[in-house]
């Protein structure tokens, strides 16, 4: 359980009062979150998930608070975020930001069935119709444009070399113009919440972009369809298939959605050795990369015709 700033009931029944809410009735602490602390706030009108961003700037996070709003008003299933009646849309508690959002009645899984993979891909295909507001980024924040940070640097590990070979792979494989889009960036199964047979959100758009709409599909391949260490290619058949019910991707965009899924594996795998291994070295951590390193070999050592099949 990831909880960094211990709030008593006073503090947040006071934070609750600032979003408008002065009926609580009960509150706990939630699991998950790797930045964030939350709280479910109960009261007598319905559940609120109360979110301290202990290590997000008040810019940040406020632009993660306006994203989610412009989805909510556009029609994509995620967190409804609750506006103060006099503050801006987040507030500063201890200068960290804060925001509330209704709390959604699901759970999360991490093995989806083909139906529930079939309406995330038809919910990222409307995701993916919306105009991306220019307050959103242009480039994925842990994407290829970072990876020097690593390959271009002096240190002595054997990833150094690897994250440089699937670069120039990348580089290879990667088409330079293809559709961008609204993307989560960050699809994986912990992100979305299901009820029963139902998708009911897509949650965390803390990395969401103006970015290649195939990067979406990639990480939602790697995050969503896998079985142990490998892909599932029924699962990602129900994605796709559910994506191009609304938006047909280009021969291009289909003949390089391998080097996608490998691209989203390889950033994934970065992310997770800067952060263990430079930026908050954690040595029960260290390896953590070495799970999506391993995907990322095994998907661009899969035949063209796997990911090919996906589309007939």
Same mark, same amino acid.
């Given at each position: 359980?990831?909880?960094?700033?211990?709030?008593?009931?006073?503090?947040?029944?006071?934070?609750?009062?600032? =979003?408008?809410?002065?009926?609580?009735?009960? =509150?706990?602490?939630?699991?998950?979150?790797?930045?964030?602390?939350?709280?479910?706030?109960?009261?007598?009108?319905?559940?609120y998930v109360?979110?301290?961003?202990?290590?997000?700037?008040?810019?940040?996070?406020?632009?993660?608070?306006?994203?989610?709003?412009?989805?909510?008003?556009?029609?994509?299933?995620?967190?409804?975020?609750?506006?103060?009646?006099?503050?801006?849309?987040?507030?500063?508690?201890?200068?960290?930001?804060?925001?509330?959002?209704?709390?959604?009645?699901?759970?999360?899984?991490?093995?989806?069935?083909?139906?529930?993979?079939?309406?995330?891909?038809?919910?990222?295909?409307?995701?993916?119709?919306?105009?991306?507001?220019?307050?959103?980024?242009?480039?994925?924040?842990?994407?290829?444009?970072? =990876?020097s940070q690593?390959?271009?640097?002096?240190?002595?590990?054997?990833?150094?070399?690897?994250?440089?070979?699937?670069?120039?792979?990348?580089?290879?494989h990667i088409?330079?113009?293809?559709?961008?889009?609204?993307?989560?960036?960050?699809?994986?199964?912990?992100?979305?919440?299901?009820?029963?047979?139902?998708?009911?959100?897509?949650?965390?758009?803390?990395?969401?972009?103006?970015?290649?709409?195939?990067?979406?599909?990639?990480?939602?391949?790697?995050?969503?369809?896998?079985?142990?260490?490998?892909?599932?290619?029924?699962?990602?058949?129900?994605?796709?298939?559910?994506?191009?019910?609304?938006?047909?991707?280009?021969?291009?965009?289909?003949?390089?959605?391998?080097?996608?899924?490998?691209?989203?594996?390889?950033?994934?795998? =970065?992310?997770?050795?800067?952060?263990?291994?430079?930026?908050?070295?954690?040595?029960?951590?260290?390896?953590?990369?070495?799970?999506?390193?391993?995907?990322?070999?095994?998907?661009?050592?899969?035949?063209?015709?796997?990911?090919?099949?996906?589309?007939?």
């Amino acid at each position: 359980m990831a909880v960094y700033a211990l709030l008593d009931r006073t503090a947040i029944e006071d934070l609750a009062h600032r =979003f408008g809410i002065d009926d609580m009735t009960d =509150f706990q602490a939630m699991d998950g979150g790797s930045e964030n602390t939350n709280y479910r706030i109960a009261t007598s009108s319905g559940d609120y998930v109360l979110t301290i961003c202990d290590q997000k700037s008040l810019q940040h996070t406020t632009r993660l608070a306006s994203i989610l709003v412009y989805l909510s008003d556009h029609g994509i299933r995620t967190s409804r975020v609750v506006s103060p009646p006099d503050e801006p849309i987040v507030v500063l508690h201890d200068d960290k930001p804060v925001m509330l959002k209704r709390h959604i009645d699901g759970e999360i899984r991490s093995n989806l069935s083909g139906n529930i993979l079939l309406q995330l891909g038809e919910e990222m295909s409307r995701l993916h119709q919306l105009p991306a507001p220019s307050y959103l980024p242009e480039s994925f924040s842990y994407g290829r444009n970072y =990876f020097s940070q690593v390959t271009d640097s002096d240190l002595d590990h054997s990833y150094v070399d690897w994250l440089a070979e699937k670069s120039d792979y990348l580089a290879k494989h990667i088409p330079g113009s293809l559709p961008l889009a609204l993307i989560h960036g960050d699809l994986f199964f912990d992100n979305v919440i299901v009820r029963d047979d139902e998708l009911m959100a897509l949650i965390d758009f803390e990395e969401a972009c103006h970015y290649y709409r195939n990067f979406d599909l990639g990480m939602a391949i790697i995050g969503s369809c896998r079985e142990d260490q490998t892909i599932s290619f029924a699962k990602a058949r129900s994605l796709v298939r559910g994506y191009q019910k609304e938006i047909t991707l280009q021969p291009a965009e289909q003949e390089s959605l391998q080097a996608f899924a490998v691209y989203a594996a390889v950033a994934t795998s =970065f992310w997770r050795f800067r952060h263990y291994n430079l930026r908050r070295p954690d040595p029960a951590l260290f390896d953590r990369h070495v799970e999506m390193q391993a995907l990322a070999d095994t998907i661009s050592a899969y035949p063209d015709s796997s990911f090919a099949e996906l589309f007939e």
